[in-house]
């Protein structure tokens, strides 16, 4: 059975239980730093026990906690799900890994030096029901599928729009961030359009592109810069990314896949940007050490470029624009 890598945190005491609606107040020295931690099970669900896992197989404890009740082969349970609204604006969801003894807290995105994080009223399920969380959820430095946009996609640079596959180490794209930034790294991939590797299309004036906008299921958009019929859905919590699936309706933004093979380009810069696409803002590639093991062919040039991503984690300075935030049970409407 495969491994599953997840971002978690060696702690539990962070509130008394889900559900409770308390707050905490996040600093390394109270709480640790994130690590990564590997499980092993027979799909990509992070569901919680038999009956709840619907091949009937559960997770088992490979590597890489701190706790030392930790002992590898040991049977795990993803017993509990909550959100948190952080007051930075941020939603950060955890979920509770179990052993039987001890709880590692798998986070959807790393938590903030003192940020207060409260608990979302009715965010809590007990008993994750199969097919609702999957492992790479609650990897923030390691996304399954690479944001990336599709050949022919138009990024703004200081020469006007230039194709994707155009553009070359050295060029000028605009970012909402830091103004005009130079292209330090671009690669590509061709793969077939199936499963995970399926394009997401926007049709024109959606989100307020000015052309239909093809990208990877996983490159996330600013909800801040979505039209106001959008982002207001969001209340305070637009200041964040929303990945491209989670728009799909099945009309307007649909999922494309197909028996040939679709080309994906990733953008790098040295850090992680907000670019503009038609009219729209959506994130660069993330500059981590993850994005060697994406692309290994070519980690030797990337280490050439960026010495810094054999060690570089989304959790460090400049390497995460905004947080992302997941829906759940709620559909997002366009208009």
């Known amino acids: 059975m495969p491994n599953y890598t997840v971002c978690a945190y060696d702690w539990q005491g962070l509130i008394s239980k889900p559900g409770s609606g308390e707050s905490f107040t996040y600093t390394s020295a109270a709480y640790g730093d994130p690590h990564e931690l590997t499980v092993n099970d027979d799909d990509q669900w992070a569901d919680s026990k038999t009956p709840d896992n619907e091949n009937g197989a559960d997770a088992t404890y490979v590597s890489g906690s701190g706790e030392p009740s930790w002992v ?3 049977s795990l349970d993803h017993n509990a799900v909550h959100s948190f609204s952080g ?9 509770w890994l179990t052993n039987g003894s001890g709880h590692q807290m798998m986070a959807t995105a790393p938590f903030q030096e003192g940020v207060t994080y409260t608990e979302i009223p ?26 990336c946009f599709t050949k022919g996609m138009e990024i703004r640079t200081i020469g006007g729009p230039v194709a994707v596959e155009n553009l070359q ?27 995970s590797m399926a394009p997401v299309k926007f049709k024109k004036g959606i989100i307020g592109n000015t052309k ?13 810069s979505l039209p106001a019929a959008l982002r207001d859905q969001f209340g305070s919590n637009d200041d964040t990314l929303l990945q491209a699936r989670q728009f799909c309706d099945g009309v307007n933004v649909t999922l494309e896949p197909s028996t040939d093979m679709v080309e994906y380009f990733h953008i790098m810069f040295d850090d992680h940007e907000l670019v503009e696409c038609y009219g729209t803002i959506s994130e660069s590639w993330q500059p981590t050490r993850k ?3 994406a692309y290994p062919e070519q980690a030797a040039e990337m280490l050439a470029i960026f010495p810094e991503l054999a060690t570089r984690r989304s959790c460090d300075p400049g390497a995460l624009a905004r947080h992302e935030i997941v829906l759940k049970d709620r559909p997002l409407t366009a208009h």
Do not use: C, M
């Not at 007051?87 to 979920?95: C, E, H, M, Q």
């Not at 239909?212 to 801040?224: E, L, N, P, W």
């Open 72 to 74: 590898a082969g040991q």
């Open 87 to 95: 007051s930075d604006g941020s939603t950060i969801t955890v979920g």
């Open 122 to 147: 009715g965010s809590t399920t007990s008993n994750v029901p199969a097919s609702t969380y999957e492992w790479s959820s609650f990897d923030f430095s390691h996304p399954t599928a690479p944001p």
């Open 169 to 195: 180490a050295g060029d000028k794209v605009w970012t909402l961030d830091h103004g005009f930034q130079e292209v330090r790294f671009v690669a590509s991939r061709k793969v077939v359009a199936q499963g």
């Open 212 to 224: 239909d906008i093809v990208v990877s299921q996983k490159h996330r958009f600013h909800i801040a």
């Open 291 to 293: 994005a060697l093991e």
